[in-house]
């Protein structure tokens, strides 16, 4: 950790002077449970210097002090709850709590948060898109200084409303993975997202951290050619719990170095910036061409036409077939059709374009895809 932040001998310094034992850096914060794409629970183990080296990292970066307060938003089992809650008292600062009964109250929010004086705002994108909605007299996020997103796409129409709100705010773009302790990768949103791109790219690695991007054979490439996303460095999780095997082929040790396997998919673009490109499995086959359900997305949201958009694959009548499933109702599903058609071979245009007041949502507030495939299509189509 750089030596201007808080080193472990004075976050427990206190606790030390009370006869409270000393805990080393190496024994473990917290187990955080997650299912990923797999659907199977799984315990990620996080040592507390894995976890210091983001959290300062992040406070240093940015400049957070005692003089901030930042409200929790995130359910605790969820790791963004680990640095609205180290970040901000490792600093000196503040953690506003919600209570349980407004954790969707977005109306609610902006009414505490201006309130409190909150300054720093960290959630998924969802939840900021919630309370940009919500502060219809701009009391809430006129006051914020610092915005994170992070846990699923960041789309520069988020980044435009935000602009419009508040100018001064500096919002970051923020990724990686539950197995790497918070974070591992930022891009300055706020400053350098080009309204063009389709999504707002991961960006550079964290200080201690490292990425690679590695084609079937392990072995690293080139400039814009998508490939694995292997995170490396010292936010690295020990393993999952009572799950060796698992760990053995999440974690691996390529060229003397341990590197976590995300499963996602991304590219480096030439300045050194890398792009996140969805995950590896999502690809599905239909009439012998392969589909990456994630590129329709990303064209429905080109489009401008949904507020959201989730495409799975669905089994109709003993068949599979893209389903597409949005919110918003500036379009029609004929035209998001028409429009799709212009964007994309006619083999990967969805065969069900289905509206919804809102997607369904996981306890992490990232798209429910199993719910949405479970749900019965051929009546509502």
């Known amino acids: 950790p750089r030596s201007t932040l808080f080193p472990y001998t004075t976050l427990f310094r206190s ?220 936010g690295l999780a020990r393993g999952y719990v009572n799950m060796p095997e698992l760990t053995a082929e999440r974690f691996i040790t390529d060229g003397g170095e341990r590197w976590y396997r995300t499963g996602d998919k991304g590219m480096y673009w030439s300045d050194g910036n890398i792009e996140f490109l969805g995950r590896l499995d999502d690809q599905v086959k239909f009439g012998g061409y392969r589909v990456e359900l994630g590129e329709i997305e990303q064209a429905l949201q080109d489009s401008r036409e949904t507020r959201e958009a989730a495409v799975v694959s669905v089994r109709v009548n003993g068949g599979e077939k893209i389903c597409c499933y949005y919110t918003g109702d500036e379009a029609s599903p004929a035209a998001l059709k028409e429009n799709l058609g212009q964007r994309l071979p006619e083999y990967m245009i969805p065969e069900f374009f289905i509206r919804l007041e809102e997607l369904p949502r996981n306890d992490r507030n990232k798209v429910d895809y199993p719910a949405l495939q479970a749900r019965e299509i051929e009546t509502e189509a």
Request: charged share 20%.
């Open 15 to 234: 606790a030390a002077a009370e006869g409270i034992k000393h805990i080393s850096a190496d024994s473990d914060a917290y187990i955080i449970f997650t299912s990923g794409t797999t659907g199977q629970p799984k315990g990620v183990e996080i040592q507390h210097f894995a976890a210091h080296n983001t959290i300062a990292d992040i406070n240093e970066r940015f400049g957070v002090t005692e003089n901030d307060s930042a409200f929790a938003v995130s359910e605790i089992d969820f790791d963004l709850s680990v640095y609205d809650i180290f970040g901000l008292l490792s600093a000196g600062g503040k953690v506003v709590i919600s209570d349980k009964g407004m954790k969707k109250e977005a109306g609610l929010w902006t009414e505490v948060a201006a309130h409190e004086g909150v300054t720093v705002w960290n959630s998924v994108p969802m939840l900021l898109e919630m309370l940009l909605c919500a502060d219809a007299d701009n009391r809430a996020v006129s006051g914020l200084r610092l915005i994170m997103v992070s846990g699923d796409w960041v789309y520069p129409s988020l980044v435009e409303k935000v602009r419009g709100m508040n100018s001064s705010a500096e919002m970051i773009a923020l990724g990686g993975a539950t197995e790497a302790s918070i974070w591992s990768n930022y891009f300055n949103a706020g400053r350098d997202t080009d309204s063009s791109w389709s999504s707002v790219p991961y960006g550079v690695p964290l200080h201690n951290q490292k990425y690679r991007i590695v084609d079937k054979d392990m072995k690293d490439c080139a400039d814009n050619e998508p490939g694995e996303i292997l995170i490396g460095g010292k």
